[in-house]
């Protein structure tokens, strides 16, 4: 068999850091690969079992390798409003807020999560990317502003429908957290910052604890018959199926915001008042729309068409790429994000793609292709 | 009966001149839950170390190669409909295709069950 089977060990030229869960990972059958500098658990007891159960019940994932950033200093909310098209004025204390890192012009530099606390920021950015950003933040930012890297904390996330019972054992009144509302609670003798927010499309939590402390919180958490560990394949078929994008793959400094379908990360004042990073040119994109759009796609048949497989159309023009692709364990089907020239990006659109000279079928569809189950008190 | 390996995790089972062919389970084991698989048409030409079938997890794509040169006999219509087969019984009903052995002697470069399991184990 080719590749990936036998292709020996990883690339060795890269030293890669230990999470603080590292030997907690092994004992509970974890698999470990390289992924963002780090050994990380790709999977427990298998990808598929594990996406289904989290989609069930609820599944603990260790993300202790993403960085989490305390921005604090001046008026730290105008600052980032420089880099990024979040209304962060205006932003409720403990409410965390997607929003995107932007180059000058416009590409997106990191996607992340933001909460005020207070005057300060706290930052949740993806791991493969972390170094740079602080770079950026640190070097873009005003020199009163000042970026707090806290390497010592791990972070985790408890993902789906029975996440908020489970977690309401170990962090009484947790539950009563709305989707994108965090607060710090006080459990197991340690301090934790939690949001209820998270990557799968489900109800969940992201929950931030001193790495010295996180493997009683693992430990409590998995105590529980409902819960499972989830290794980062189940986190991205999870992700992929709630139709959210990949840092990397989905979203890079070739695309903005508004080719992303990430309108909603760009506020009304934003829109009016500009005064973002390649503000020119995304504010132009919403007004006339965007070159390309990231869509979704079902592909007919079984084989997942992968990223890097080509999206062309029925007289075989390139039109883009797909840019993450998969079997959904859910739906049992292969289903597809890439970016295709705008006029090709309308709902229930024909194209095909071709992956290592095979072609397939595909529609553009709406995403997610699994509907969100997010909790928001007071909704039915 | 014999059964013989190669380097590339593929297993060959040779009754007479008639061998069927699949990936180990060590193969299976590395690559993780199946979600398709592919297997050559009846009649296709294969050379040793050609491109036979495809086969796929949730993380990757990967082809299958012939262990030896030879002539398709039949594919397993059964992992097609069911990839996961491969994953529950990857050296018996989740092999892939039968081949007609053209030259025996192909076989004498490919490793035994004991010597594959062994080398298996320093990988």
């Keep these: ?380 | 009966m014999s059964l013989y390996f190669t380097k590339d995790h593929e297993w060959i089972r040779v009754e007479g001149n008639s061998g069927t062919v699949g990936i180990s389970s060590h193969a299976q084991e590395a690559l993780g839950d199946i979600v398709f698989a592919e297997a050559p048409p009846t009649g296709r030409e294969l050379r040793k170390g050609e491109e036979a079938a495809v086969v796929e997890s949730v993380k990757a794509a990967s082809d299958v190669y012939s262990p030896v040169s030879g002539s398709v006999i039949e594919g397993n219509p059964a992992i097609v409909d069911d990839p996961a087969l491969i994953n529950h019984d990857p050296e018996g009903a989740g092999w892939f295709f039968k081949i007609e052995v053209e030259d025996p002697a192909e076989l004498a470069e490919l490793m035994d069950e004991a010597a594959y399991r062994d080398w298996v184990k320093t990988l």
């Design chain 1, 1 to 380: 068999m080719s590749n990936e089977v036998h292709s020996g060990p990883p690339d060795q030229t890269q030293e890669l850091e230990k999470l603080p869960l590292d030997s907690w990972h092994r004992a509970h059958g974890g698999r470990m690969v390289p992924f963002a500098g780090y050994e990380m658990p790709v999977q427990y007891e298998g990808i598929i079992a594990e996406h289904l159960w989290t989609r069930e019940n609820a599944g603990l994932f260790d993300v202790s390798h993403m960085g989490q950033l305390l921005i604090g200093g001046g008026n730290t909310d105008t600052a980032l409003e420089q880099l990024m098209p979040g209304d962060f004025q205006a932003l409720g204390d403990m409410k965390p807020k997607y929003s995107l890192l932007l180059d000058e012009d416009g590409g997106i530099i990191d996607d992340l999560m933001a909460t005020r606390r207070g005057s300060d920021f706290y930052v949740v950015v993806n791991g493969a990317t972390k170094l740079g950003d602080i770079d950026e933040f640190q070097h873009r930012l005003p020199r009163e502003v000042v970026v707090d890297y806290m390497k010592e904390q791990a972070l985790l996330a408890l993902q789906g429908p029975r996440a908020a019972e489970v977690l309401e054992t170990i962090v009484p009144g947790v539950s009563q957290l709305s989707f994108m509302e965090a607060g710090p609670f006080h459990a197991l003798g340690a301090p934790l910052w939690i949001s209820r927010s998270g990557y799968t499309g489900e109800d969940g939590f992201e929950i931030s604890v001193a790495g010295n402390a996180v493997e009683k919180v693992a430990d409590a958490v998995i105590a529980h018959d409902l819960v499972k560990p989830i290794g980062l394949g189940a986190r991205d078929s999870l992700r992929l199926e709630a139709g959210l994008p990949l840092y990397g793959h989905d979203l890079d400094r070739e695309t903005t915001p508004v080719m992303a379908g990430l309108n909603f990360a760009i506020n009304k004042r934003r829109r009016a008042e500009g005064g973002f990073a390649g503000a020119l040119r995304i504010l132009a994109e919403l007004e006339n729309g965007p070159p390309q759009k990231r869509v979704g796609f079902d592909v007919d048949g079984r084989q997942p068409v992968r990223e890097g497989a080509l999206i062309l159309d029925g007289e075989g023009n390139e039109l883009g790429k797909i840019t993450s692709g998969g079997f959904s364990p859910s739906l049992q089907r292969p289903i597809a994000m890439g970016y295709v020239a705008a006029p090709f990006a309308e709902v229930g659109t024909s194209l095909k793609l071709e992956q290592r000279g095979k072609l397939f079928e595909a529609r553009v569809v709406a995403m997610p292709f699994v509907p969100h189950r997010y909790y928001r008190k007071g909704a039915a």
